[in-house]
């Protein structure tokens, strides 16, 4: 097939704005392309030569794009470099100078469709050493042979720059009536797609076997599926209305989306965008190995950042971090991850996309060997808008965004690639930054568990409730602690260890070891919110609610001057909270 072919399409898809009329010119590009060239075809017309999350990209510079040209046209790279200041479009100058060029040959060959995507391939894997005179040789040698037409399109697609403005969609639209009879058949191609974020092999599939191909078509471990997403509503009872009186709440875990794909012993990850982010998580790859028990399966998690000491979850911007840093083996010891598993969209063989939600709930909690690093996303079933609020509260205290509620009705599968009604998240509108450190007694701990075996791994914290006389718990902290501190703190509260709960003490919750209210702690968190177990001003602000500090951290310093009854106190607290309130932009 002759790439001139091809570049005509470009240019008149380029010389419209007009949507109908560009897929009029792509059905009509689709139908003159032989069926084993389609894929090819397909990736072309998007400024690629592969599905993007393969990570295969062409992405020339420019000053070596213009060495090549220079090359293929027999001119001096200065006045290619004059040119590209006037006109701004390398591909523009590239034709311009092979138009010159072309009235003083007679003789070359015409290029091919499969010429050119043979050369650009080579120049997106070549590299090492020679890397560089290689791809200008390749890029060289299809200009030499281009018409100036076709010279223009290659220059822009080899620097990333062709933009033809074809959507996906529009893509599936041409193919729908070149290969699938007409419109009609857009739903099944748009769901080939949404299950596996690969154009070329949906082109390929109905070209070459038309609807029953596409009826059939099967998910791959290795391609990623398009992620369903969420829609937002602001208050229990609406969420529970709109999913039907009845949801699964699960905790929206503040981390980053990942889908992963296991076959034996390989496994691939892809990020919300589809990329390929594998090599970023090579302990999510060696968790996923080890706590999913199929041979081959896709499931969906979010990937969140833990404290290695306490195992709390640690604020999303430190799971940055991770993005940052260039020497992984580092950053994975910095920053070690937890999976928390919300979906599973494929079981050895069996696409339970299609399936609805309690179905494929049931198989992840059959599937995932749940540790400490690897779970299956905090959830409670519930009609109730007050126990949805209260466990909204339990999991905001506990360093999530909020909740995703989700349908559990017949409708329920797995929308791949869209935006609905059958997963609704509960986020907030307000926050409490917490700008001022507080003062808190020690009022009972919690034991520590791998590198803090034989030490507390968390402190029991309280502030003072200066009319009742009774300290109310407000968090439960076990960051901010030096190896020193670790061993300090249990000789120091030895002496006031009593056998259960102090009279003076308000909790839901029940310590391991519990004290006398003696010793004051300085303890910063990341803002105040509302919690269904802290009691600290319980109903002061909301019904069933106290207050809670969010991701607590110890400053460093003992309080030894103050008495427990100098603690901070339970109004101070309640002050903060109101005087913080703060709209949250999203
Ligand atoms: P948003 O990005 O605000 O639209 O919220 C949707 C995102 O929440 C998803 O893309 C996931 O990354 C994340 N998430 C966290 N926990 C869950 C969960 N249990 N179910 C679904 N999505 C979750």
Same mark, same amino acid.
Do not use: H, N
């Given at each position: 097939m002759r790439y001139l072919l091809v570049a005509n399409v470009y240019e008149q898809i380029e010389n419209t704005t007009k949507r109908l009329e560009m897929t009029d010119y792509l059905v009509d590009l689709f139908k003159k392309t032989?069926? &084993?060239? *389609?894929? #090819?075809?397909?990736?072309?017309?998007?400024?690629? *030569? @592969?599905?993007?999350?393969?990570? *295969?990209e062409i992405g020339m510079a420019e000053k070596l794009v213009i060495r090549a040209i220079a090359r293929a046209a027999g001119r001096r790279i200065k006045e290619l470099e004059e040119d590209f200041r006037k006109t701004g479009d390398l591909g523009e100058t590239a034709q311009k100078f092979l138009e010159r060029k072309l009235q003083l040959t007679f003789a070359y060959k015409p290029l091919t469709v499969e010429r050119v995507y043979k050369a650009l391939d080579k120049i997106a894997r070549a590299s090492g050493a020679g890397s560089i005179d290689q791809k200008i040789a390749l890029l060289a040698g299809i200009l030499s042979d281009a018409e100036p037409k076709e010279a223009k399109y290659i220059v822009r697609t080899v620097t990333g720059k062709l933009r033809l403005g074809i959507a996906d969609m529009t893509v599936l639209d041409a193919l729908a009536i070149a290969y699938g009879g007409g419109k009609e058949a857009r739903p099944l191609l748009e769901r080939a797609y949404n299950v596996s974020s690969d154009l070329g092999q949906v082109a390929k599939v109905v070209a070459e076997n038309g609807l029953e191909g596409l009826k059939n078509f099967k998910i791959s471990v290795g391609k990623p599926i398009r992620p369903m997403l969420a829609e937002r509503l602001s208050s229990p009872e609406e969420i529970l209305e709109k999913l039907g009186g009845k949801c699964i709440a699960e905790y929206k875990y503040d981390g980053e989306r990942v889908q992963a794909h296991k076959k034996g012993d390989e496994v691939f990850l892809f990020s919300r965008r589809l990329e390929n982010i594998t090599n970023q998580f090579p302990d999510a790859v060696e968790l996923v190995k080890s706590h999913i028990k199929p041979f081959s399966a896709i499931i969906e998690a979010e990937c969140v950042s833990v404290d290695p000491e306490t195992g709390e979850m640690r604020p999303f911007q430190e799971l940055m971090h991770r993005r940052r840093k260039h020497d992984i083996r580092k950053a994975i010891e910095e920053y070690p991850v937890s999976l928390f598993i919300f979906?599973?969209? @494929?079981? &050895?063989?069996? &696409? !339970?996309?299609?399936?609805? @939600?309690?179905v494929r709930h049931k198989i992840l909690e059959e599937i995932v060997d749940e540790t400490d690093?690897?779970?299956?996303?905090k959830y409670l079933i519930t009609d109730d808008p007050k126990e949805l609020e209260a466990f909204f509260e339990e999991a905001i205290e506990n360093g999530c965004e909020g909740l995703v509620c989700k349908s559990l009705g017949k409708e329920s599968i797995y929308q791949a690639g869209s935006r609905g009604w059958l997963w609704i998240k509960y986020k907030r509108d307000y926050k409490s930054e917490m700008t001022d450190a507080v003062d808190l007694t020690v009022v009972g701990a919690f034991h520590g568990r791998g590198k803090r075996a034989g030490t507390y791994g968390a402190l029991l914290l309280a502030a003072y409730n200066h009319e009742e006389d009774v300290f109310e718990t407000v968090c439960k902290c076990g960051s901010g602690f030096t190896d020193k501190d670790l061993e300090k703190i249990p000789k120091m509260m030895e002496p006031y260890i009593i056998p259960h709960r102090h009279a003076r003490v #308000?909790?839901?919750?029940?310590?391991?070891?519990?004290?006398?209210?003696?010793?004051?702690?300085?303890? *910063?968190?990341?803002?105040?919110? !509302?919690?269904?177990v802290h009691t600290c001003g319980m109903g002061s602000i909301r019904e069933g609610s106290g207050l809670a500090i969010r991701f607590p951290r110890f400053t460093g310093r003992y309080r030894l001057d103050k008495s427990a009854e100098d603690s901070t106190t339970v109004n101070e607290i309640i002050e903060m909270y109101k005087r913080q309130l703060k709209r949250i932009e999203s």
């Open positions: 032989p069926k &084993d060239l *389609i894929d #090819k075809v397909v990736y072309l017309t998007q400024g690629k *030569i @592969y599905p993007d999350f393969m990570g *295969i979906d599973v969209l @494929y079981v &050895d063989g069996r &696409d !339970l996309t299609l399936e609805e @939600y309690p690093r690897v779970q299956i996303a #308000k909790t839901k919750l029940e310590a391991d070891v519990w004290f006398e209210p003696k010793i004051v702690l300085e303890v *910063i968190g990341a803002e105040i919110t !509302l919690s269904p």
